[in-house]
C-alpha cells in the first residue's frame, strides 16, 4: 500500500472511459467526480481505456477523448493503460479460477436463457444455472460463467450509500469470458483496479448494479476492495435519452471547448450539487479545477439522476 508524507494511505483513483464513442456529459460527471475526489486527499488519478470490446471500439476516439480532456484541464498520473493489450494478463486469471473451479463452460444463448430466466428489474437476466453441472451433450461452451454463492453482497457507497445485492437471486453465474475469446468487464476492472492499485472507484451510477459482481470476483481473487462512489446519471431534460449532439462533450464532435470549457466544467461542479461562485466559468480550465479540489464536499453530491444545466 502506498502511503503519503504523512504516513496516511494514499488515494489512487481513476477513470476509465470505453472509447466507443465521444465522451460525453454522463462521461464529464465522472471524470470530474474521479478527479476531485481523489485530489482532494491528495491522491493519484489514474487513466485506462477500456477498449477491450474491439468490434465496438471506434477507430480515433481514444484520441480525441485525450484531447477533450487536456484541454478541459485534467492531467493524468501515470502512463494510460490500454485494456486491449493486457490479453496475457486476463489470461492467466481465468486460467487460475478455471484450475480451482470456480468457472464452468456455459452453451446457452441469450434466448434460451431469457426463456427460463426470471428478470426482477431493469431486465437484467438472472441467469437460470442451467449449465452449472455440465454442457448438456449437444451443446458447445459459449462462454465462461463464475458460480456464484448464495450470498448478498454489501457494501458502502461514498455516495449512494448501504448497498447490497442478492447475487444467486438478482443476477446468477456471470460470464467471465466469451468461448471465441474476448474477456469480460467485470473480469478486466477488477483486474486492472488491482493492478494499478487504485483503493477509491468513483464511477457512473449505471455500475451500482454491477458493483456487488466485481467485489464478489476480488473476493475470489483475494484482491482488496476499493472504496465505491456511484455519481448520479445525466438525463435528458422531459427524464429521457440525450440527443448525440446536446450529449458529446468532444473536440471532434464540435464543441468550441476552449470557449465552452468553463461553462461545462462549472455545470458539472452544479450538477455535482456544488456551489461554485457565479464568475468561476469565466477562469481557466485548471483554476476552475483548483477550485473544486479546494470545495468539493462529497456529502453534497445528489443521489438522483437530473438533467444537465449549461
Ligand atoms: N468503461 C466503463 C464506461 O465507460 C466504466 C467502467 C468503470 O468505471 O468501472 O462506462
Avoid at 83 to 110: A, F, H, K, N
Wanted: glycine share 10%.
Amino acid at each position: 500500500m502506498m502511503t503519503t508524507s504523512n504516513n496516511e494511505t494514499l488515494t489512487i483513483g481513476r477513470f476509465a472511459p470505453s472509447p466507443t464513442g465521444p465522451l460525453h456529459l454522463g462521461s464529464l460527471v465522472a471524470a470530474l467526480g474521479s478527479y476531485l475526489m481523489t485530489k482532494r486527499c491528495g491522491g493519484l488519478w489514474l487513466l485506462r481505456m477500456e477498449d477491450l470490446d474491439l468490434p465496438r471500439v471506434v477507430a480515433g476516439v481514444a484520441d480525441d477523448m485525450l484531447a477533450t480532456l487536456e484541454s478541459l484541464g485534467f492531467e493524468w498520473d501515470g502512463e494510460i493503460v490500454y485494456q486491449s493489450r493486457r490479453g496475457d494478463y486476463y489470461r492467466e486469471i481465468v486460467d487460475r479460477l478455471v484450475e480451482r473451479e470456480l468457472v464452468y463452460p456455459c452453451g446457452c444463448s441469450r434466448t434460451e436463457i431469457a426463456q427460463v430466466a426470471s428478470a426482477p428489474h431493469d431486465a437484467a437476466l438472472v441467469y437460470p444455472g442451467t449449465c452449472r453441472n455440465g454442457l448438456s451433450a449437444h451443446k458447445t461452451a459459449r462462454a465462461l460463467r463464475v458460480r456464484v454463492a448464495d450470498e448478498t453482497v454489501t457494501f458502502a457507497d461514498l455516495v449512494m450509500g448501504a448497498s447490497a445485492q442478492d447475487l444467486g437471486r438478482e443476477c446468477g453465474d456471470f460470464v467471465i469470458q466469451r468461448a471465441d475469446g474476448p474477456f469480460a468487464y467485470h473480469l478486466a476492472v477488477v483486474v486492472d483496479d488491482a493492478a494499478a492499485g487504485v483503493n477509491q472507484v468513483v464511477r457512473g451510477a449505471d455500475l451500482l448494479t454491477s458493483t456487488p459482481r466485481q467485489i464478489y470476483l476480488q473476493r475470489l481473487l483475494g484482491l482488496p476492495t476499493p472504496q465505491y462512489g456511484h455519481l448520479p446519471l445525466v438525463i435528458g431534460g422531459n427524464g429521457g435519452k440525450l440527443s448525440k449532439r446536446e450529449n458529446a462533450v468532444s473536440l471532434a464532435a464540435g464543441r468550441d471547448l476552449r470557449r465552452e470549457g468553463g461553462k461545462l466544467l462549472v455545470s458539472a461542479l452544479r450538477f455535482l450539487g456544488q456551489k461554485p461562485p457565479a464568475d468561476l466559468e469565466r477562469g481557466a480550465p485548471s483554476e476552475i479545477l483548483q477550485w473544486g479540489v479546494a470545495n468539493f464536499d462529497p456529502a453534497a453530491v445528489p443521489r438522483v439522476s437530473a438533467s444537465f444545466h449549461l
